[in-house]
């Protein structure tokens, strides 16, 4: 799930292949689409992009009328992983089973650049807060930082033993964050891929993870049952929920 980069709306996935908005303020269902998991809000515009199995949905909310939705015909030959939109709504990062990550105008749909066509498969991607760094991670631990204008790389590192889940830049874009299947949440330099911190707290899998807005905790999610508030300047977990 994630929320509108105005905290008014709420867009939720189900295991029926439906992608809901909600009002936060009252509950109520605003629109209903066809789709399913990695959907992503932008952070700065009314725009929501969401994946089917081969398929990735793009849809614009104007404010008056119907939402309009645009849809990526041309990954119908690959399964669709990761979506994510940049911060700025212009672009949209695709990862799926044929590796690397593709780069789309996420106005046009037409593609712009590719990123490590390889057969390593990215499960999650992540834009740093200015749009400046697009971060992947996947099977095997690999997590790869680019450029986002250039598309060279900035770092390359294995980050976890095993899958990693999902990934988070810090607000000055200075380190990352990464959740992975060993249970653990660890942070990295951008710069060289050293790590800074490692977390181990959690019973199961790490699916989720975000920095707080003031940068001093990081936030994770378990197959557990529990999220739990890390202070970046220790190892040792404040509050588990």
């Not at 809901?20 to 992009?49: M, N, P």
């Not at 911060?87 to 799926?96: E, F, H, K, M, S």
């Amino acid at each position: 799930m994630d929320f509108d980069h105005e905290g008014r709306w709420l867009a939720t996935t189900d295991a029926d292949r439906s992608v809901r908005v909600w009002d936060v303020k009252d509950g109520e269902l605003l629109y209903a689409f066809e789709g399913q998991w990695s959907l992503d809000f932008a952070h700065r515009v009314s725009l929501l992009a969401f994946r089917d199995k081969r398929s990735v949905s793009v849809v614009r909310f104007s404010g008056q009328g119907e939402p309009k939705t645009q849809r990526l015909e041309e990954l119908d030959s690959q399964e669709v992983f990761a979506v994510k939109l940049s911060p700025d709504g212009t672009r949209l990062a695709i990862a799926g089973r044929d590796g690397g990550v593709a780069v789309w105008n996420a106005e046009t749909m037409e593609l712009v650049g590719t990123l490590d066509e390889d057969v390593v498969w990215f499960w999650s991607l992540a834009w740093s807060p200015t749009g400046k760094m697009l971060a992947a991670a996947g099977s095997g631990g690999e997590v790869r930082i680019w450029n986002a204008a250039t598309g060279t790389a900035i770092c390359r590192f294995r980050g976890h033993e095993n899958t990693v889940w999902d990934l988070a830049f810090s607000q000055d874009e200075s380190t990352l964050a990464t959740c992975s299947t060993d249970n653990l949440c660890k942070v990295w330099r951008v710069d060289d891929g050293s790590l800074v911190r490692r977390f181990l707290g959690h019973f199961s899998e790490v699916t989720s993870l975000a920095f707080s807005p003031d940068q001093e905790r990081l936030l994770s999610v378990s197959l557990d049952g529990t999220l739990v508030e890390w202070p970046l300047e220790s190892q040792a977990p404040r509050e588990v929920l």
